[in-house]
């Protein structure tokens, strides 16, 4: 009876698990100010459109206006300038809510909602995981559409690098890099900064012979030629190029002269040798 158990599964209406029914997200990735990135996220279903770090308002209000789309949630990752500019024109221009660390509630502009590692928001029926990330600032948080295998990471990740440690420890941002690489390799890696080809000349000096790295940069430096961007990267990528994710390389360790330290003391050692770069 299985040929017949099979046609009538053939047969059977497309349930929400249909690839046809996949759930759509679309994602637009906006250049402002000398080096940032502001990402609007759609999803056609339900309507309902984020901002993700709006630096500034007015390209968000530009490409809303154009696409006509509502804002319906502002999400930041952190409370730094370049990051939540934006945040109380459009919050006055659209009525959206502003979502954010809890912690960092005193210092959100606009700050509406709290959240907290691992909780779970939504965008229409994606799912969106909170990450607490703290290393750049204490309250970092980075947001992952489980499903749509997209991470908007702030400044916690970069291309080929992190962010610097302005509020937290060494420590701290290993350990949150650590939640990062546990992330599904194929997740596409949505950072706030082009800052790909200062990252990429520092990883070669301490990873010269990294194939990948090498052939990674000559791309690079193609699209940097036509000021295309690099951003967004995948995990894959960044595992085989990012020296703050390869500090269990034996290569890049014997490179340090570290073959036997800690680590988390290597990846303090790449940080502080690419504060110095
Ligand atoms: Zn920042
Ligand atoms: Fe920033």
Redesign the pocket.
Known sequence: MDWLNAMLKRWQPKGPDDSRTKKMLIIRQLSVLNDNYIYLVHDPVSGETAAIDPAVAQPVLDVLDKNKWKLTAILNTHH?G??VGGNLELKQKTGCTITAALSDQHRIPGFDRGVVDGDEITLGQHKIQVISTPGHTSGHVVYHFIDDCALFCG?TLFVMGCGRLFEGTAEQMWLSLQKLKALPVATQIYC??EYTQTNGRFALTVEPGNRQLQQRMEVINQLREKQLPTVPTTLEQELATNPFFREDSVVLQENLGMANSKPVEIFAKIRSLKDNF
Do not use: F, M, Q, Y
Request: charged fraction near 35%.
């Open positions: 730094h370049d990051h400044d706030a900064h």
